[in-house]
Nanobody, 115 residues
Framework: QVHLVESGGGLVQPGGSLTLTCSAS????????WGWYRQTPGRERELVALGTRGGNTEYAASVKGRFTISRDNSMNIIFLQMNSLKPEDTALYYC?????????WGQGTQVTVSS
């Protein structure tokens, strides 16, 4: 079974930057899509950024122009570069990878944006 582990979260000042990393324990064959989601208490998990095998990229309107998703295929790593962070970005961030038959999730990494 594939395991995903997020890292890179922490406390950052408004306007600052963070890079989140999602490491997979092994290659996900026939990967279809990969992405980052975030969740705050009492709210549903929302899609932040999504990449597909076909080369498409989608971003939530609230982060467009500030966040960038990328993937290192050979290293089984997914990145989320976050710039110009706002207090509203505070959340638990999860990475996700979708294969042909399975959907994998990490345990999350906390991002807190505060002065």
């Amino acid at each position: 079974q594939v395991h995903l582990v997020e890292s890179g979260g922490g406390l950052v000042q408004p306007g600052g930057s963070l890079t989140l990393t999602c490491s997979a324990s092994e290659t996900i064959f026939n990967i279809i899509a990969w992405g980052w989601y975030r969740q705050t208490p009492g709210r549903e998990r929302e899609l932040v950024a999504l990449g597909t095998r076909g080369g498409n990229t989608e971003y939530a309107a609230s982060v467009k122009g500030r966040f960038t998703i990328s993937r290192d295929n050979s290293m089984n790593i997914i990145f989320l570069q976050m710039n110009s962070l706002k207090p509203e970005d505070t959340a638990l961030y999860y990475c996700n990878a979708r294969g042909q038959f399975s959907d994998y999730w990490g345990q999350g990494t906390q991002v807190t944006v505060s002065s």
